[in-house]
Every structure is written in C-alpha cells, then in structure tokens.
Antibody
Framework: QVRLVQSGPEVKKPGASVKVSCQAS????????FTWVRQAPGQGLEWVGW????????NYAHDLQGRVTLTTDTATKTAFLELRSLRSVDTATYFC?????????????WGQGTTVTVSS | IVMTQSPLSLPVTPGEPASISCRSS???????????LDWYVQKPGHSPQLLIY???NRASGVPDRFSGSGSGTDFTLEISRVEAEDVGVYYC?????????FGGGTRVEIK
C-alpha cells in the first residue's frame, strides 16, 4: 500500500524553526519527487516547493526563498521540510505529496498533513 | 502564472451536471503537446486528492463522471452527474513551471 506518513503537530514561537518529515512506503522512493503544499486556516492551497529524490535540486515559492529548505533521505525514504524564522503567517497545515519524476502524472499520493502553529 | 477559478461557490442538485472554469495568465501548453494543468479536490477534513492531470487524464480510481478539458489558458472540470460524496473544494493547479500555482478554489455544495 502506497503511503506518505507525516510527523505530528508542532507549536513554535515566532523566530523559531520547524522541521516536518514525510515518510514514504509501498513504492520505489527514487521514482518520485516530492512537492510540499501548505494551507492556512480557512484558506486555499499554497505551493511551497519541490525537491528531487535523485539529485540535490529543489525549487521554492518566491516568498519563502531563504527561509525554507527541502531535502530527502533515500536511506530512510523520508522527505523533510525545514522552515526557519517562523512568523504567525506560517501557521498552516503542511502537506507532502509525491510526483512522478519520469512522466508527469500529477501529485497522486498525499500525506495526512502536519499542523504547524506559530504563536507567542 | 496566476490561476483564476470560477465560480467561487457552486450549489448543485444531486444527479445534475456541474462545471468549474479555470483560467491561467499564461499558456500551459508545453512543447510536448501536453497542457500542464491538474485538478484536485479537498473533501472536508481530508488531504487534497488528484482528479485530473495534464488537463484531461483521469487519475487512477477517479470515477468517469469527472472529466477535464481545455488547452492553452482555458480549462474546465465537468462532473456529469453530481453525487453527495462530491462535496468539497476543487482546485486547479498549473504544473508547467516552478513555482507552481493553485487557483483560489471552488466550493461545491449540495443544494
């Protein structure tokens, strides 16, 4: 069964950092890249970034450049999102999703989401 | 690229058809001939799920009452006969370039 299981909810103070994980199972990790999407409370979906599982390439949303880093660990079949210098506007549910890296076929499997709350 | 969806809200009667429009500020037609436009639905309390990729390809397990069409900058998601389980927020997303962009969403609700 193909699954993406994300880490649990986080509560952070402004200025802190958070690292969210997304563990894959049930498929060949290297055949898919990861996209991260976030959703502020009551709002729509916002594309955060994309990371390759086969090399060190990553692309980020313009307004998060410099604060976000996406990585993957092939040994543990896990993707990570790290967001630094947290602000209240970063309060959101963060989703990981896989995306085929040979032939594009959309983001076909999603994690359950990780709630990140930034509050003093 | 800016993605614009309409309508914002769509009350539908079960068994009736429904249609959602998505317009992009730039053409999503790739040199390969594919339009890099996806449709996702987020049902209440759940993660988003893929419905359509490359404008008109149904994802695995998606009922055939869902269909996608369009090319260039104008795209449409159609539900031939709405069912109660189709309630949720529908998003289009351009996948031609990064950073990618989602439309604002269309909330489908049962009348």
């Amino acid at each position: 069964q193909v699954r993406l299981v994300q880490s649990g909810p986080e509560v952070k103070k402004p200025g802190a950092s958070v690292k969210v994980s997304c563990q894959a199972s049930g498929y060949t990790f290297a055949d898919y890249d990861f996209t991260w999407v976030r959703q502020a409370p009551g709002q729509g979906l916002e594309w955060v970034g994309w990371v390759s599982t086969s090399d060190v390439k990553a692309n980020y949303a313009h307004d998060l450049q410099g604060r976000v880093t996406l990585t993957t660990d092939t040994a543990t079949k896990t993707a990570f999102l790290e967001l630094r210098s947290l602000r209240s506007v970063d309060t959101a549910t963060y989703f990981c999703a896989r995306e085929g890296n040979y032939f594009y076929s959309g983001m076909d499997v999603w994690g359950q989401g990780t709630t990140v709350t930034v509050s003093s | 690229i800016v993605m614009t969806q309409s309508p914002l809200s769509l009350p539908v009667t079960p068994g009736e058809p429904a249609s959602i429009s998505c317009r992009s500020s730039q053409s999503l037609l790739h040199s390969s001939g594919h339009n890099y436009l996806d449709w996702y639905v987020q049902k209440p309390g759940h993660s988003p799920q893929l419905l359509i990729y490359l404008a008109s390809n149904r994802a695995s397990g998606v009922p055939d009452r869902f269909s996608g069409s369009g090319s260039g900058t104008d795209f449409t998601l159609e539900i031939s006969r709405v069912e109660a389980e189709d309630v949720g927020v529908y998003y289009c997303m351009e996948a031609l370039q990064t950073p990618s962009a989602f439309g604002g969403g269309t909330r489908v609700e049962i009348k």
